[in-house]
Protein backbone atom coordinates (compact mmCIF):
# COMPACT_ATOMS: atom_id res chain seq x y z
CA UNK A 1 0.00 0.00 0.00
CA UNK A 2 1.67 3.28 -1.23
CA UNK A 3 1.39 6.43 1.51
CA UNK A 4 1.27 9.80 -0.62
CA UNK A 5 2.36 12.84 1.69
CA UNK A 6 2.03 16.31 -0.19
CA UNK A 7 4.05 19.67 0.85
CA UNK A 8 4.88 23.39 -0.01
CA UNK A 9 1.13 24.77 -0.01
CA UNK A 10 1.05 28.07 1.82
CA UNK A 11 -0.59 31.58 0.77
CA UNK A 12 0.33 33.36 -2.11
CA UNK A 13 -0.31 36.69 -3.55
CA UNK A 14 -1.66 36.60 -6.84
CA UNK A 15 1.28 36.17 -9.56
CA UNK A 16 3.51 34.42 -7.07
CA UNK A 17 5.29 30.98 -7.04
CA UNK A 18 4.60 27.66 -5.32
CA UNK A 19 6.38 24.61 -5.30
CA UNK A 20 4.46 21.15 -4.39
CA UNK A 21 5.80 18.32 -3.57
CA UNK A 22 4.65 14.44 -2.76
CA UNK A 23 6.70 11.98 -1.37
CA UNK A 24 5.54 8.41 -1.81
CA UNK A 25 6.43 5.56 0.70
CA UNK A 26 5.03 1.94 0.85
CA UNK A 27 5.97 1.57 -2.90
CA UNK A 28 8.80 2.71 -5.38
CA UNK A 29 6.66 4.79 -7.40
CA UNK A 30 9.00 4.86 -10.22
CA UNK A 31 7.07 2.48 -12.97
CA UNK A 32 3.61 4.43 -12.28
CA UNK A 33 2.41 7.70 -13.82
CA UNK A 34 1.62 10.36 -11.16
CA UNK A 35 -0.12 13.61 -11.06
CA UNK A 36 -2.04 16.39 -9.50
CA UNK A 37 -5.89 17.55 -9.19
CA UNK A 38 -7.10 20.23 -7.03
CA UNK A 39 -10.42 20.87 -5.49
CA UNK A 40 -11.98 24.49 -4.83
CA UNK A 41 -14.65 24.53 -1.75
CA UNK A 42 -18.02 23.99 -3.51
CA UNK A 43 -16.39 22.47 -6.72
CA UNK A 44 -15.65 19.02 -7.43
CA UNK A 45 -12.24 17.91 -7.65
CA UNK A 46 -10.15 18.84 -10.63
CA UNK A 47 -7.74 17.39 -12.96
CA UNK A 48 -4.91 19.44 -13.03
CA UNK A 49 -1.48 17.32 -14.10
CA UNK A 50 0.50 14.33 -15.07
CA UNK A 51 3.32 13.04 -15.76
CA UNK A 52 3.99 8.95 -16.86
CA UNK A 53 6.82 6.95 -15.22
CA UNK A 54 9.60 8.09 -16.93
CA UNK A 55 8.97 11.74 -17.12
CA UNK A 56 8.86 12.27 -20.82
CA UNK A 57 5.28 12.63 -21.13
CA UNK A 58 3.10 15.14 -19.34
CA UNK A 59 -0.05 16.21 -19.71
CA UNK A 60 -2.22 19.35 -17.78
CA UNK A 61 -5.32 20.95 -17.71
CA UNK A 62 -5.81 23.89 -20.41
CA UNK A 63 -5.69 26.33 -17.31
CA UNK A 64 -2.41 25.83 -16.29
CA UNK A 65 -0.75 25.13 -19.49
CA UNK A 66 2.57 27.90 -19.73
CA UNK A 67 2.16 28.22 -15.62
CA UNK A 68 2.38 24.91 -13.82
CA UNK A 69 5.34 22.54 -14.69
CA UNK A 70 5.25 18.83 -13.29
CA UNK A 71 8.52 16.83 -12.28
CA UNK A 72 9.43 13.56 -11.02
CA UNK A 73 12.57 12.35 -9.16
CA UNK A 74 12.17 8.70 -8.86
CA UNK A 75 15.32 8.64 -6.97
CA UNK A 76 13.69 10.24 -4.22
CA UNK A 77 10.26 8.51 -4.87
CA UNK A 78 8.96 12.25 -5.13
CA UNK A 79 7.15 13.91 -7.41
CA UNK A 80 6.74 18.11 -7.58
CA UNK A 81 3.92 21.06 -9.26
CA UNK A 82 5.94 23.98 -10.01
CA UNK A 83 3.23 26.42 -10.11
CA UNK A 84 4.45 30.45 -10.80
CA UNK A 85 1.84 33.16 -11.95
CA UNK A 86 -0.70 31.79 -9.87
CA UNK A 87 -4.46 33.49 -9.99
CA UNK A 88 -6.85 33.96 -7.45
CA UNK A 89 -8.87 30.91 -8.79
CA UNK A 90 -5.81 28.55 -8.41
CA UNK A 91 -6.95 28.32 -4.67
CA UNK A 92 -7.84 24.83 -3.60
CA UNK A 93 -6.67 21.90 -1.91
CA UNK A 94 -4.21 20.30 -4.13
CA UNK A 95 -3.99 16.32 -3.79
CA UNK A 96 -1.46 14.06 -5.62
CA UNK A 97 -2.34 11.07 -6.98
CA UNK A 98 -0.91 7.37 -8.29
CA UNK A 99 -1.63 5.05 -10.92
CA UNK A 100 -0.52 2.84 -13.46
CA UNK A 101 -1.45 4.87 -16.39
CA UNK A 102 -1.86 8.99 -16.88
CA UNK A 103 -4.95 7.81 -18.64
CA UNK A 104 -5.81 6.36 -14.75
CA UNK A 105 -4.99 9.57 -13.17
CA UNK A 106 -6.67 12.03 -15.31
CA UNK A 107 -9.39 9.77 -14.76
CA UNK A 108 -9.05 10.20 -11.01
CA UNK A 109 -8.27 6.73 -10.06
CA UNK A 110 -5.35 5.10 -8.25
CA UNK A 111 -3.84 5.89 -4.61
CA UNK A 112 -4.03 9.58 -3.08
CA UNK A 113 -2.65 11.93 -0.68
CA UNK A 114 -4.15 14.14 2.20
CA UNK A 115 -4.20 17.17 0.06
CA UNK A 116 -2.09 20.59 0.61
CA UNK A 117 -3.98 24.16 0.69
CA UNK A 118 -2.78 27.05 -1.55
CA UNK A 119 -4.33 29.70 -1.19
CA UNK A 120 -3.92 32.62 -3.76
CA UNK A 121 -4.74 36.28 -2.51
CA UNK A 122 -5.10 39.54 -4.49
Known amino acids: QVQLVESGGGLVQAGGSLRLSCAAS????????MGWSRQAPGKEREFVAA????????VYVDSVKGRFTISRDNAKNTVYLQMNSLKIEDTAVYYC???????????????WGQGTQVTVSS
Open 26 to 33: GRTISRYA
Open 97 to 111: NVAALISLIRTGRGS
Open 51 to 58: INWSGDST
